[in-house]
Structures are given as structure tokens and as C-alpha cells.
């Protein structure tokens, strides 16, 4: 009697060790979905900063050409902006993305970084004239853009790879397929934008068509965004 005592005894204890390790699981899973959705807002705020700071950094030009601001304003401007994108930069650093998403962040970052170091170069050939500086910041504008869209590729197919955690399963293949539609036609929307605004020799006409042209690739990345799986 003793002895069978003592085994429904630590059946009970089996049995409440499985019925908390459930309970833990499902806790687990679900701080994980959370933690998931705040990740995602912060990182879409974040980006969101650094449209918004760069479409700034192109209109105070702009005021400038039209005489508006003087250009030490402007150059006082600009070096707020270096201080403000580097802020920004630094809150990639914050953020815990699940496993999956780490490597959409890194990219997504080193993009900010690539356009930081293009907007410098950028208010150096504004300071001196060199005409190297603004060669280097072009390309550099070019090499931010294509890190912004492995970025974001690297975003939507984990994104799309992660099935709903009430399913059965954890993951699925991605949506592969479409995704590239889109990123296809979203590239297809930024050589017309290149088409309509860049002159032959591969530069602009005037400081407002490359204001339009920057507004142009905006809008392709937004269209991209919107209608990614």
C-alpha cells in the first residue's frame, strides 16, 4: 500500500510538472508574439525617422536655393542633422528582433549608415565645392537604397515565413515568389523615376528635379512596402 502510495504520488508530481511545463510554454509563446509586435512597431518607427529626416535634409536645400534660409542656416541645419541621424542610427541597437529578424535589422542599419556617411559627403561638396564629395555621396545614396532593399526583402520573407502561432506548425516556406513580383516592380518603378528626372550624363537638371527624383524613388519604396506579402 506504501508503495503504491509513493507512485501516485510522483505521478502527481510527473503530472504537474508536464501540466507547468505547458503552462510555461504557452506563457513563453506568447511573450514571444509580443515581443514580436513591439519589435516590429519600434523598427517601423525608426525607419519611418529616417524618411522623414532625409526628406528634411533635401527641402532645406531647397529653401536655400530659393533664398529662404542663408547658407550658413544651412550649414548650421546640416550639422544638426548629422547629430540627429546618428541618434536614430544608434536605437537600431535597442531593439530585440526575434532570431529571424536580425538579420533585416542589421541591413536596414547599415543602410542608415551608408546614407549618413552620403548626406556627409554630401555637406562637404556643399562647404567646398569638390565635386568628389558629391560623386562619393551619390554612389553612397545608391549603396543605402540597395541595403534598404535586402532589408526589407530579408523583413517581408521572415515576415511571411512565420506562420501564426495558434497553428500547428511554427514555420512555412515564404512567399518568395511574390515578394520578387513586387520588389520587380518596384525597382521597375525606380529606373522610370530615373528615366523621367536624371539627364544623360547621370545628373540633375536642377535642385528641384532632384527633390522630385528623391520624392519618386520615396514614393516606389512606399508602393514596395504597402504592397509586400
Known amino acids: 500500500m506504501k508503495k503504491k502510495k509513493i507512485q501516485n504520488i510522483i505521478i502527481a508530481l510527473i503530472a504537474i510538472f508536464i501540466i507547468g511545463s505547458i503552462a510555461t510554454y504557452s506563457y513563453s509563446v506568447e511573450q514571444t508574439k509580443q515581443k514580436g509586435l513591439q519589435f516590429g512597431i519600434e523598427l517601423e518607427q525608426i525607419q519611418e525617422e529616417v524618411q522623414k529626416l532625409q526628406i528634411k535634409f533635401y527641402s532645406e536645400k531647397t529653401r536655400w536655393n530659393e533664398g529662404d534660409i542663408s547658407k550658413k542656416e544651412l550649414l548650421e541645419y546640416y550639422e544638426k542633422h548629422l547629430k540627429e541621424f546618428k541618434t536614430i542610427i544608434s536605437k537600431y541597437d535597442e531593439l530585440t528582433p526575434p532570431e529571424l529578424f536580425k538579420s533585416s535589422v542589421e541591413l536596414l542599419k547599415i543602410s542608415s549608415e551608408t546614407q549618413l556617411e552620403s548626406d556627409s559627403q554630401f555637406i562637404e561638396w556643399m562647404k567646398t565645392g569638390d565635386e568628389s564629395a558629391k560623386i562619393r555621396s551619390d554612389t553612397q545614396f545608391q549603396e543605402a537604397l540597395e541595403y534598404e532593399m535586402l532589408g526589407l526583402v530579408e523583413f517581408y520573407s521572415a515576415k511571411t515565413g512565420v506562420k501564426n502561432y495558434d497553428e500547428g506548425e511554427k514555420f512555412e516556406a515564404p512567399q518568395s515568389g511574390l515578394t520578387q513580383k513586387v520588389i520587380?516592380?518596384?525597382?521597375?518603378?525606380?529606373?522610370?523615376?530615373?528615366?523621367?528626372f536624371i539627364n544623360?550624363?547621370?545628373?540633375?537638371?536642377?535642385?528641384?528635379?532632384?527633390?522630385?527624383?528623391?520624392?519618386?524613388?520615396?514614393?516606389?519604396?512606399?508602393?514596395?512596402?504597402?504592397h509586400l506579402p
Do not use: P, Y
Open 184 to 196: 520587380q516592380v518596384s525597382e521597375n518603378m525606380k529606373n522610370q523615376c530615373n528615366i523621367e
Open 200 to 226: 544623360e550624363s547621370g545628373e540633375f537638371d536642377s535642385d528641384k528635379i532632384e527633390i522630385d527624383w528623391f520624392n519618386c524613388i520615396n514614393e516606389a519604396e512606399k508602393w514596395k512596402i504597402e
